[in-house]
């Protein structure tokens, strides 16, 4: 099953050795097969990826290696060998022994990884005690040598921080530094960068590859994003299921992929030349792009001008403070910083950006569910910033805006079903308070964005990812609104699945002739549904103009870092890592 | 209904604790309202056969003077279950709403909410419910009201931060965007979700309001003799213990205890039962 012949490292015994692993889960609805017949090796020196989407047991994998399984999760068959080392036999004293010191894990979430309650350094230091010989005296030394290893600046000062301190990125260096302290020969590096910017994960990314170079580590890399993985890995692991459908060397894999999964989550991976048909693999209505061109017309039908949005910063506007007279002395956060932007009748724009950069906060304020400090928010020519938040839900106007949010979980009723929350917003707003109208129109809502009708009964843990997103955005669409505001309404969305909600909308608008504020972290993504892209950094723009030029010959530095901080499907890539490992 | 008939039936048949509890409540609501007609006594009539041991036409024997023990444990469990009911009931409400509106509006609101439930927090509760019925008269409905309020808190609380914390959740933010005004989200999308939670509350109370009304009349408030109630009788047998006639406390104790114990395990049947995301 493994393309063996393609590892550069031969004829050397693998340090992991995973064969025909079997992992059961005992649920309520029976027996689930989380892991079937999985096998891979792992050898000293190499990036291996284990790519798969979300339930596709790729990080049930991962536990069983460090034999942190759920007491519910059963090994049924299979060996994991560990530098000659039966794994799944081992007695846990044995374990406790490799965990850490010879074979160790990063998780998904630095943040919920990490003790909120104890420094940095003393948790580094837990590890050093149980592990090594260090002595105490030494032990301050070692850890403050730990942190400058995954290059933290001033280690002496975080050495003392507590993890609430840190932004997400500094604590997955954290989280690095807690895995090699010890100097393990395999890391198991699960999700490492997901919740982190895209400039982040370059840096994070970029360290675990050189520390792994350096120190001459085994890695594994488990992760949903084919684009990461081929940045990294000189082998890949597809998993579909519980199943390998497809291993071999990175270059083979997209080169050549045999197993159509495989295809189909490379076809579905965003590149940089990709369109939108491309996506899903099904021929779309010739003639998209002409058709937006003819829609979008030159009157805006959003202008925000000079929008500016202030927090107050909260550290000393406490009671003391303001016994002393002193709260008005503290500046408040300026998180939008006086932005102007259009979007015309028809159009399609993205705002794009890191965390923190304000793009979440100006949706808010477009859709009117938050006040601005300053500035106008003129719709149709009709200044919407002088109505307040808090009465909006109830005006006229509120039929215009609607929303597709970022989580399609949490923003479903956990209490309503699929046809209560499409149904709310006829019922609210278009008043329609006929039951079979409604109803009518639900359905043809659901015909609208894919949902198949029998689904509308349920209530939304009974639906999947996507189901979820078609019911979010058929609620949205519901009361035919001229201006859809997207929140990244696919990051919490497998790719291929993300693939098939793009192709949904950017038909919707077409068909019903909408403006879209497409709000994403993802330029890639942005690029395939927007004609015009909004770049901006700190609550200010950095830069705007044609999807097709700021991607090709952007101006902005910031603009550069973030396109190149998203790891592209490309061959170049993989060729290049091909290359540098061949001489090793 | 039919689905919630089929999910009762799951709930009840998946925790084997959750079927006993709601077979013992069950069986304490049927008597509850059948009582007086299914005794073999009148609970009320004195005989001469007093203190007599519990036998085959006394079950629980007679007490002193010589009323069927048996009886009057049956007939008291309408009264004490009515107060505790009620109790709850007007706790629960009061709660629901000054809670939510404490945690959904925040502010002046939350303050002055949450300084009242710290007041009330700050008495030993029993005691306080002593002085409010000694202040108010020595009533059966006041017993009821005393109950309630040194129970609002409670309910007050876990609304309030569950409200809270689901009060910038995404599908508020949605159904604002759907043109539900506040008092309609706060209605119908937010209080929903916080019920499941209130009813663990609510079972761990009912035990709770049930030993709190047993235990004023006990100590000779609210209900009065010769009204069969399970505090008054556990205060009146208490007297017999030392004498041996142990019978007069045990039983209408032991029905006490039935009760509670039944109430504090109901409380994740009722939790399931209310959550949606049970059903599968």
């Not at chain 1, 339930?55 to 069983?64: E, R, Y």
């Not at chain 1, 215009?400 to 699929?418: G, H, K, W």
């Not at chain 2, 509006?105 to 439930?117: C, E, K, L, M």
């Not at chain 2, 009201?145 to 910038?168: C, D, H, L, Q």
Request: some cysteine.
């Amino acid at each position: 099953m493994t393309d063996t012949t393609m590892t550069p490292t031969e004829g050397a015994i693998p340090i992991l050795s995973i064969d025909g692993l079997n992992v059961d889960f005992r649920t309520r609805g029976g027996v689930v097969h989380a892991v079937r017949g999985l096998g891979f090796d792992v050898h000293r020196g190499e990036m291996v990826g284990v790519v798969g989407e979300s339930g596709s047991g790729k990080s049930v994998t991962a536990f069983n290696i460090m034999g942190i399984l759920d007491s519910a999760g059963q090994v049924t068959g299979g060996k994991v060998m560990f530098r000659g080392l039966d794994l799944i036999n081992a007695p846990e004293s044995a374990l406790r022994q490799i965990r850490g010191r010879e074979a160790s894990m990063i998780f998904q979430n630095p943040r919920v990884a990490l003790n909120p309650i104890r420094t940095v350094g003393d948790q580094i230091e837990d590890v050093l005690r149980r592990h090594t010989t260090i002595l105490r005296r030494d032990m301050k030394q070692a850890a403050i040598a730990a942190l400058d290893a995954v290059r933290i600046r001033d280690p002496e000062d975080r050495y003392n921080a507590y993890p609430f301190e840190l932004s997400g990125g500094m604590c997955q260096r954290v989280m690095i530094a807690l895995a090699l302290a010890c100097d393990p020969d395999l890391l198991i590096a699960d999700e490492p960068t997901t919740g982190l910017d895209v400039t982040t994960q370059k840096t994070i990314m970029d360290l675990i590859q050189d520390l792994g170079r350096e120190r001459n580590l085994a890695t594994v890399l488990i992760t949903h994003d084919l684009g990461l993985a081929s940045r990294y890995c000189q082998r890949l692991v597809v998993m579909q299921s519980g199943e390998v459908v497809e291993s071999a060397a990175t270059m083979t894999l997209f080169t050549a992929p045999r197993h159509p999964y495989t295809q189909k989550l490379i076809r579905a991976t965003p590149r940089l030349d990709s369109r939108l048909a491309d996506l899903t693999g099904e021929a779309r209505a010739a003639g998209s792009v002409s058709a937006e061109r003819a829609t979008t017309s030159a009157e805006p039908l959003l202008s925000v001008r000079n929008l500016v949005k202030e927090f107050d910063s909260g550290a000393s506007t406490g009671w003391f403070a303001r016994l002393r007279g002193k709260g008005t002395d503290a500046t408040p956060f300026r998180a939008v910083d006086g932005i102007s932007l259009d979007v015309m009748a028809g159009e399609s724009v993205g705002l794009v950006g890191e965390s923190g950069c304000g793009k979440s906060t100006t949706s808010s304020i477009v859709t009117r569910l938050l006040d601005p400090t300053e500035g106008q928010v003129l719709f149709d020519g009709q200044d919407l910033a002088l109505i307040p938040a808090a009465g909006f839900a109830l005006r006229p106007e509120r039929k215009q805006i609607q929303m597709v949010f970022q989580d399609p979980t949490e923003s479903l009723n956990p209490r309503f079903t699929a046809r209560r929350c499409i149904a709310d917003p006829l019922l609210r707003l278009a008043g329609m308070s006929d039951a079979a109208a409604r109803e009518e129109r639900v359905v043809e809502l659901a015909d609208m964005v894919g949902l198949p009708v029998d689904l509308l009964g349920r209530f939304p843990h009974q639906l999947s990812g996507g189901q979820k997103a078609r019911v979010g955005i058929a609620r949205a669409i519901s009361v035919s609104p001229r201006l859809l505001i997207l929140d990244e309404p696919t990051s919490a969305l497998d790719v291929s699945v993300q693939a098939i909600v793009l192709n949904l909308l950017a038909d919707l608008r077409e068909k019903l002739g909408m403006s879209y504020l497409f709000v994403s972290h993802d330029l890639n993504v942005v690029r395939l549904l927007c004609s015009r892209v909004i770049v901006m950094q700190a609550g200010r723009i950095v830069e705007e103009g044609p999807a097709s030029e700021i991607l090709s010959n952007p101006r902005d530095p910031y603009t550069r870092a973030l396109i190149d901080a998203v790891p592209h499907l490309d061959m170049d890539a993989a060729n290049r890592l091909a290359k540098a490992e061949e001489p090793a | 209904m039919k689905a919630f008939l089929k999910h009762l039936r799951y709930v009840l048949t998946e925790n084997p604790v959750t079927l006993v509890a709601g077979s013992m409540f069950l069986m304490l609501i049927l008597l509850g309202l059948f009582g007086p007609w299914i005794v073999p006594y009148d609970p009320l009539a004195s005989s001469p056969a007093a203190l007599q041991p519990p036998s085959a036409q006394h079950w629980f024997g007679t007490d002193q003077l010589g009323r069927d023990v048996f009886s009057r444990v049956i007939v008291a469990t309408r009264l004490d279950l009515t107060i505790a009911i009620v109790a709850v009931a007007l706790s629960f409400v009061a709660g629901s709403v000054f809670g939510s509106i404490a945690g959904f509006y925040g502010g002046w609101a939350d303050r002055i909410v949450g300084r009242v439930t710290d007041t009330i927090m700050a008495f030993p509760l029993f005691v306080l419910a002593m002085g409010i019925v000694a202040a108010l008269g020595n009533t059966v409905e006041n017993i009821v009201y005393a109950t309630a309020i040194i129970n609002f808190p409670f309910y007050a609380r876990v609304a309030r931060a569950e409200v809270n914390v689901r009060r910038g959740a995404g599908f508020v933010q949605a159904a604002r965007l759907a043109g539900n005004s506040d008092l309609r989200l706060l209605a119908t999308q937010i209080y929903p979700n916080v019920l499941p939670p209130m009813m663990v509350q609510v079972s761990l109370n009912m035990g709770w309001a049930i030993l709190n009304a047993a235990g004023l009349s006990f100590i000779g408030l609210g209900v009065r003799p010769p009204t069969p109630e399970w505090g008054i009788m556990v205060a009146e047998g208490a007297t017999y213990i030392v004498s041996g006639e142990w019978w007069l406390a045990l039983f209408p104790g032991l029905a006490l205890m039935l009760a509670v114990f039944c109430f504090n395990l109901l409380g994740d049947g009722l939790r399931d039962l209310i959550d949606p995301r049970q059903r599968t």
